[in-house]
T-cell receptor
Framework: DAKTTQPNSMESNEEEPVHLPCNHSTISGTDYIHWYRQLPSQGPEYVIH???SNVNNRMASLAIAEDRKSSTLILHRATLRDAAVYYCILRDGSGGGADGLTFGKGTHLIIQP | DGGITQSPKYLFRKEGQNVTLSCEQNLNHDAMYWYRQDPGQGLRLIYY???????QKGDIAEGYSVSREKKESFPLTVTSAQKNPTAFYLCASSRIVGRFGETQYFGPGTRLLVL
């Protein structure tokens, strides 16, 4: 899987929007962009994924740059429960099958009340 | 409710002892995975299985063994050959959906400590 780069940590205030960036300059045409988050002492949970177009779901929005070399996870109104480590992961959608996810260190999001 | 269960939540291992971590899913997923997480680090893949009675090594399989005798179960054994087993172990499952990157669903994890 291609490599992603994320800031080590970010801080935001409660009830404000949060924009979490991810750079993936070596992304291939068949790579999907996935985001997972991990709350303290829990397993990761899926947040959102996309290929080319921006995506929205009940948890977040994913904005993908036109050249696909970067993307941004948007939490529209952060709450204290959004404090977690957020992982940006590329997955090759061409080969099929299941060979595990490659996790980096992610971004530690801190929410101030 | 459908999901993944892992047991126990905490496990203590003595030197030279093998221990087995349980992972069960009722999501009817074909693929199952085991990851290891060390403090402050991301997850690393130990083993994965796409079908019953078949499994493949991940990036850090040495000192670990698995079995997949049933679709819903994928136990992980940490053997005495694993010299640094203290970590947070996470099990996951997913559908195999061919052309599309599949979503993985994770269990709550087992924290293994060496006495």
């Amino acid at each position: 899987d291609a490599k992603t780069t994320q800031p080590n940590s970010m801080e935001s205030n409660e009830e404000e929007p949060v924009h979490l960036p991810c750079n993936h300059s070596t992304i291939s045409g068949t790579d999907y962009i996935h985001w997972y988050r991990q709350l303290p002492s829990q397993g990761p949970e899926y947040v959102i994924h996309g290929l080319t177009s921006n995506v929205n779901n009940r948890m977040a929005s994913l904005a993908i740059a036109e050249d696909r070399k970067s993307s941004t996870l948007i939490l529209h109104r952060a709450t204290l429960r959004d404090a977690a480590v957020y992982y940006c992961i590329l997955r090759d959608g061409s080969g099929g099958g299941a060979d595990g996810l490659t996790f980096g260190k992610g971004t530690h999001l801190i929410i101030q009340p | 409710d459908g999901g993944i269960t892992q047991s126990p939540k905490y496990l203590f291992r003595k030197e030279g002892q093998n221990v087995t971590l349980s992972c069960e899913q009722n999501l009817n997923h074909d693929a199952m995975y085991w990851y290891r997480q060390d403090p402050g680090q991301g997850l690393r893949l130990i083993y994965y299985s796409q079908i019953v009675n078949d499994f493949q090594k991940g990036d850090i399989a040495e000192g670990y063994s698995v079995s997949r005798e049933k679709k819903e179960s994928f136990p992980l054994t940490v053997t005495s050959a694993q010299k640094n087993p203290t970590a947070f172990y996470l099990c996951a499952s997913s559908r195999i959906v061919g052309r599309f990157g599949e979503t993985q669903y994770f269990g709550p994890g087992t924290r293994l400590l060496v006495l």
